[in-house]
């Protein structure tokens, strides 16, 4: 099977209009690059042989999938034994009939015939047995990154699958961009965890999906449909090569901000989280290159996948869906002198499972939650496997130290690169800008105040954020260390009932509704319908040792054992605080509440164990009350007839974000997380003490 001559030109066309019309895309030549940021080998297909990175001018990467299937046959790989052999004139020209997957011979065949003479591979250019293989995987960001271009193989089981389109109807651009994406994600390539980074960090993609081909850049999507221009550099440029997909999750790339950027970090954590790995183990390996990229931006590097700079704020993620733990994997003979502790139950790397964006914000970057706040009220720091090293973590004390010093407006000078804006309250009613209540008491009270940095004026902060010295050489904390240790108080609540979704009770919404909603990748049909009925979270109500209401946790698992009067232990990790409305607006209070998960497709009842006094179990139980503004009578009979600790509307919520732990040999482990009223947890709350989270 060979490629149609009308796509070869096509992507042939798309690599000299890239070259030509993007200054940003073309990556960095080798001869300039740092010796650390080229692969050790690459294939020399002119001279069939692997030769050292550093002597090729420029190469092609391949994103692929190792196959299963594949794995079990005499497949041609890169060990100690046979290196000798692969650095042989030839070698691989005699070797690649039968010993390789069809996906590499095409890549092959196809980089030749482009003229390009360098190909990367994984398994024919990193030495599976070596002793480098670790910084290798570690060095994901600069392979693919300053690869000329990546191939993206998302067909099956070579590149070549069904690209015959004789007999396809004509559709217009825009909506054949979308098909395009959606047959990406749906392919087997988009749900493995290594193949993410692949195509997140690579600055221009050929992708194959079958029965299709397309170009895919930092600044065009290119396809049959659509070809691109087909006039010179200045003699004019057609709209429609600039990309038409707002919301899809293969365009995402890690632009060069000079801010640490938790809205990007929040995306690309959602959007990997749920994938699958062949060794559970290789979690924070496959997303390493992601997290390397963003440690230039982000002061105190990151912790299990954690921005220690967000650290308060990103320890409170929760699941979107049901998940499971990630157990280290068994087989792999790499892994034979590497300690065999599991994956930190504290961070979502430990969590097979989709995470919610919505439990992850941060006041001073979300302008949409403007009443919500987080504060830290522990000093953490990270403890190596064998428990004897401990280093701290100061820099997850300082984005409250920045919020309370710029939050005092007329104290402080603006840190150089950034800018205030002195807005007039109210905001006009046709701006299209949601803005946090930062009105100073010292200065003009009719003012709101912005502040954006000179590298994305567009962005909006409550206040300045830390910024990484350009000198200064990113922080690097061993991820491989699972243990993170504070002081912190405890306290002992019950289980008062466990809300769960009630079987066959759905209600399916009218598929238009989806294009009046423009939400960042949230809008992606995995978060936008919700999650698959039986895959809902469970959501627990708890009580004190007086029986008064307490909170909620969003249960994280599908475990049986947990059951209504259960009493169970919680740590506080931070305090936080947000509007009457927001708080409502949660998941776990509207499941709490009104008994029902409302996605904008789709809308879900739950049935309480054991029902509460004021539930009859007919309609309250069956007719789900969906939780909207023209509800607004029916929502405030439900909350009047139940006291809750959050108070009424117009006021805020005050509480502390807790984890329920269950402790096994001196280690505490995450079981679900939550919130508790404030008052309540410091009435039944003990001394603080020493908890070391695994």
């Given at each position: 099977m060979s490629l149609p001559s009308s796509d070869f030109r096509n992507i042939r066309h798309w690599i000299h209009n890239c070259d030509r019309l993007h200054t940003d895309c073309p990556p960095t030549p080798n001869q300039y690059r740092q010796p650390h940021e080229i692969p050790s080998w690459v294939l020399d297909l002119r001279n069939g042989c692997i030769v050292p990175g550093s002597t090729a001018s420029r190469y092609v990467a391949l994103s692929y999938v190792w196959s299963t299937i594949e794995s079990e046959k005499l497949t041609l790989e890169l060990w100690t034994g046979n290196l000798r052999q692969f650095q042989k004139s030839g070698f691989l020209d005699g070797m690649k009939q039968g010993f390789l997957p069809e996906v590499i011979s095409d890549a092959i065949d196809l980089v030749k015939q482009l003229g390009e003479r360098y190909l990367w591979v994984d398994r024919l250019c990193i030495v599976q047995d070596g002793r480098m293989k670790r910084s290798e995987i570690e060095n994901m960001d600069n392979i693919y990154s300053g690869a000329y271009f990546t191939i993206i193989a998302a067909a099956s089981p070579g590149l070549y699958v069904n690209l015959d389109r004789r007999h396809r109807a004509p559709m217009g651009v825009s909506f054949f961009h979308r098909y395009l994406y959606d047959k990406l994600l749906k392919s087997k390539w988009a749900t493995r965890g290594w193949t993410f980074q692949e195509q997140v960090l690579?600055?221009?993609?050929?992708?194959?999906?079958?029965?299709?081909?397309?170009?895919?850049?930092?600044?065009?999507?290119?396809?049959?449909?659509?070809?691109?221009?087909?006039?010179?550099?200045?003699?004019g440029y057609d709209t429609y090569s600039q990309k038409q997909i707002d919301n899809h999750e293969m365009a995402v790339t890690?632009?060069?901000?000079?801010?640490?950027?938790?809205?990007?970090?929040?995306?690309?954590?959602?959007?990997?989280?749920?994938?699958?790995?062949?060794?559970?183990?290789?979690?924070?390996?496959?997303?390493?290159g992601i997290i390397n990229e963003l440690s230039h931006t982000f002061p105190g590097g990151f912790v299990g996948g954690l921005p220690v700079l967000f650290l308060d704020a990103a320890l409170l993620w929760q699941p979107f869906s049901k998940g499971k733990r990630r157990v280290w994997t068994q087989g792999r003979s790499e892994d034979a002198d590497m300690p065999k502790t599991n994956l930190p139950s504290w961070s979502w790397c430990g969590w097979h499972a989709v995470v919610d964006p919505e439990s992850l914000h941060v006041r001073s970057l979300e302008w949409l939650r403007p009443q919500m706040r987080t504060k830290p009220i522990v000093t953490w720091s990270v403890l190596s496997e064998d428990l004897r090293l401990e280093r701290k973590l100061p820099e997850s004390r300082i984005l409250e130290n920045y919020c309370r010093r710029f939050l005092d407006w007329g104290d402080w000078d603006t840190p150089p690169g950034w800018s205030r804006h002195d807005i007039r309250y109210p905001p006009p009613r046709n701006s299209t800008w949601t803005y946090c209540d930062t009105r100073s008491p010292k200065l003009d009270p009719n003012l709101f105040y912005t502040f954006t940095h000179i590298s994305d004026p567009s962005k909006l902060f409550c206040h300045p954020i830390p910024m990484v010295n350009p000198g200064r050489k990113p922080t690097a904390h061993p991820q491989n260390w699972p243990y993170l240790h504070c002081e912190a108080t405890t306290g002992c609540f019950k289980i008062q009932s466990i809300l769960s979704r009630k079987s066959s009770a759905q209600v399916k919404r009218e598929e238009s509704r989806i294009s009046s909603l423009h939400v960042p990748f949230t809008s992606l049909d995995k978060f936008h319908g919700g999650p698959e009925g039986e895959e809902l979270c469970r959501v627990v109500s708890l009580t004190d040792a007086d029986g008064q209401p307490a909170g909620l946790l969003r249960i994280m698992d599908d475990d049986t054992e947990i059951r209504p009067g259960q009493e169970i232990e919680l740590m506080a990790i931070s305090l936080g605080s947000m509007g009457w409305d927001e708080t409502f607006s949660s998941y776990e209070e509207r499941v709490d509440l009104l008994k029902s998960a409302d996605y904008p497709r789709m809308e879900h009842s739950f049935v309480r164990d054991p029902p509460s006094d004021d539930e009859d179990g007919t309609g309250s139980e069956t007719a789900p009350l969906t939780f909207r503004p023209r509800r607004a009578a029916a929502v405030e009979t439900a909350h009047s007839r139940a006291a809750r600790p959050w108070g009424r509307k117009g006021e805020h919520y005050r509480f502390y974000n807790v984890l329920w732990i269950e402790r096994r040999g001196g280690i505490a482990y995450r079981k679900a997380a939550g919130r508790v009223a404030r008052e309540v947890w410091e009435r039944n709350c003990g001394e603080k003490l020493s908890v070391i989270l695994g």
């Open positions: 690579s600055r221009r993609s050929i992708i194959f999906v079958n029965g299709d081909v397309f170009w895919d850049c930092r600044n065009s999507l290119w396809s049959h449909e659509n070809p691109g221009p087909r006039k010179e550099a200045g003699e890690v632009p060069s901000t000079a801010f640490a950027d938790f809205r990007l970090y929040r995306e690309l954590v959602c959007l990997y989280s749920g994938r699958d790995l062949t060794y559970a183990q290789d979690v924070l390996s496959a997303f390493m």
